[in-house]
T-cell receptor, first 117, second 114 residues
Framework: EAGVAQSPRYKIIEKRQSVAFWCNPISGHATLYWYQQILGQGPKLLIQFQNNGVVDDSQLPKDRFSAERLKGVDSTLKIQPAKLEDSAVYLC???????????????FGSGTRLTVV | GDSVTQMEGPVTLSEEAFLTINCTYTATGYPSLFWYVQYPGEGLQLLLKATKADDKGSNKGFEATYRKETTSFHLEKGSVQVSDSAVYFCALVPMDTGRRALTFGSGTRLQVQP
């Protein structure tokens, strides 16, 4: 089966500019996640979707970050305006598991490496 | 809130040495526990998992046992290879909430020398 697709792989922007990342999850996976991985740290959840609804966005900096999942499939994550501290790898993951069920696997994309200068 | 604590790296070993990477967690209820691996230049891959107390996850010679009494999930391998050099992340998913997202530790870099 095809994996989780993300684009672009790399992006360099100046601070205060805007940027968008795209994710296409595994077909049939209802749950989609966006994580931020700063160099030397573990991934941190930004937002979780169940189909096209938001389950958890408590750690999403909503003054500058936004995300949507149209029709419960593809998703985009946007940053506007970007700050230097947003430099990180942005990972998308999807899973088959529904809320309250155990042990379903997650599949991660290769990520988008963002550098803000 | 939920959290995962891993031993700091880097861990440097010679080939065929025994590996232990410590992981402890804080969570309400009984989470599922995971080890993920990130090889240089690649994405995160699931290495092994355990979903209840005393379960042992294993894969590619790596093992980890879910210890509820010590809230631990230490990763072990009897004989490491150069190809095991990577960053290892311990993670959990809480069981008693609707949120199914992984909470990761900070990662431990393993360097295996020939």
């Amino acid at each position: 089966e095809a994996g989780v697709a993300q684009s672009p792989r790399y992006k360099i922007i100046e601070k205060r500019q805007s940027v968008a990342f795209w994710c296409n999850p595994i077909s049939g996976h209802a749950t989609l996640y966006w994580y931020q991985q700063i160099l030397g740290q573990g991934p941190k959840l930004l937002i979780q979707f169940q189909n096209n609804g938001v389950v958890d966005d408590s750690q999403l900096p909503k003054d500058r970050f936004s995300a949507e999942r149209l029709k419960g499939v593809d998703s985009t994550l946007k940053i506007q305006p970007a700050k230097l501290e947003d430099s990180a790898v942005y990972l998308c993951a999807s899973s088959l598991g529904r809320q309250g069920r155990a042990g379903y696997g997650y599949t991660f994309g290769s990520g988008t490496r963002l550098t803000v200068v | 809130g939920d959290s995962v604590t891993q031993m700091e790296g880097p861990v440097t070993l010679s080939e065929e040495a025994f590996l232990t990477i410590n992981c402890t967690y804080t969570a309400t209820g009984y989470p599922s526990l995971f080890w993920y691996v990130q090889y240089p230049g690649e994405g995160l891959q699931l290495l092994l998992k355990a979903t209840k107390a005393d379960d042992k996850g294993s894969n590619k010679g790596f093992e980890a046992t879910y210890r509820k009494e010590t809230t631990s999930f230490h990763l072990e391998k009897g004989s490491v290879q150069v190809s095991d050099s990577a960053v290892y992340f311990c993670a959990l998913v809480p069981m008693d909430t609707g949120r199914r997202a992984l909470t990761f530790g900070s990662g431990t870099r393993l360097q295996v020398q020939p």
